[in-house]
C-alpha cells in the first residue's frame, strides 16, 4: 500500500479556527498544479462500553476507537490506546457491535473534504466535523506517495513535499500552520511497509492533534 502522511492544521496563539482556511489550503493545492479528483471522507468513532449484566461498564476498555478509512468501506479497524492493540474487522462489524450492545458510539468524527492528483502524490485536504453538527473540529490533510511503501525510503521524499507545501501556505500569510506528527507504530505491532493499519492509527494521532490545538 503506497505511503500516507496525515498532516493536521496548528493554529497560531490566539488564532481562530475557520472554513476559510480550508478552502486556502485547497488553493494551495490548485497553485502547485493539483487537478480536484472527487471527495472522500473517513470516520472515527469515539465508543463508549455499556454496562451489562455481571459486567460493570468501568470494567471495559473506556479508550476504544473506530476508523473506517474512505479507500477501504469493507473494512473497520478497532484501536484501544491505552492497551496498544489494534485490531482489522469487516465492515459488517458495526452491525454486530449494535446488537451486542456492549459499546454504544458516543461521539462520531467525519473527516472529509476534496481530493487531488499532483503527479506520483494523491493529496486530501478535510475538515474535521461531528456527525450530528457542522461545527468544525480541525482542519487536516493527507499525502499520500504512490510509488513506495516503504516508511523509511520515502521519509526524505515526503519531507521534501512537506517543506514545499509549508513554503506554499507561509506565502497565504495564514494564521498557522500544517504539522505532521510521527505515529508510535512500533508499539502496535507495525512494521516499515505500510498497510492500512498505519493510517489508523494515524488518524488517532491527528484526531488527539485537532483536540489539543482547539483548547490551546
Same mark, same amino acid.
Given at each position: ?46 465508543? /463508549?462500553?455499556?454496562?451489562?449484566d455481571g ?46 450492545q456492549s ?20 493529496? /486530501? ?89 482547539? /483548547?490551546?
Amino acid at each position: 500500500m503506497p505511503i500516507k502522511w496525515l498532516l493536521h492544521w496548528q493554529p497560531n496563539p490566539g488564532a481562530t479556527l475557520s472554513s476559510q482556511i480550508l478552502t486556502e489550503a485547497c488553493s494551495c493545492v490548485e497553485s502547485i498544479g493539483g487537478t480536484r479528483a472527487g471527495r472522500w471522507k473517513t470516520t472515527l468513532t469515539f465508543y /463508549r462500553p455499556m454496562a451489562r449484566d455481571g459486567v460493570s461498564a468501568s470494567e471495559s476498555p473506556r479508550d476504544f476507537l473506530g476508523v473506517q478509512l474512505h479507500d477501504l468501506p469493507g473494512k473497520y479497524y478497532f484501536i484501544l490506546r491505552v492497551h496498544r492493540i489494534l485490531l482489522e474487522a469487516d465492515s459488517s462489524i458495526q452491525a454486530v457491535m449494535e446488537k451486542l450492545q456492549s459499546y454504544k458510539a458516543r461521539v462520531v468524527l467525519n473527516f472529509e473534504g476534496f481530493q487531488y492528483q499532483l503527479g506520483d502524490f494523491q493529496i /486530501r485536504v478535510g475538515k474535521c466535523v461531528p456527525s450530528q453538527s457542522e461545527s468544525l473540529r480541525g482542519i487536516m490533510m493527507e499525502v499520500e506517495y504512490l510509488p513506495l511503501s516503504s516508511i523509511e525510503k520515502s521519509r526524505q521524499i515526503m519531507e521534501e513535499f512537506v517543506e514545499i507545501w509549508q513554503e506554499t501556505v507561509w506565502k497565504k500569510s495564514l494564521p498557522g500552520h500544517f504539522l505532521h506528527i510521527d505515529s508510535n507504530f512500533t508499539d502496535y505491532g507495525l512494521l516499515d511497509y505500510y498497510t492500512p493499519q498505519h493510517t489508523a492509527v494515524q488518524y488517532a494521532t491527528c484526531m488527539q492533534q485537532l483536540i489539543a490545538a482547539v /483548547r490551546n
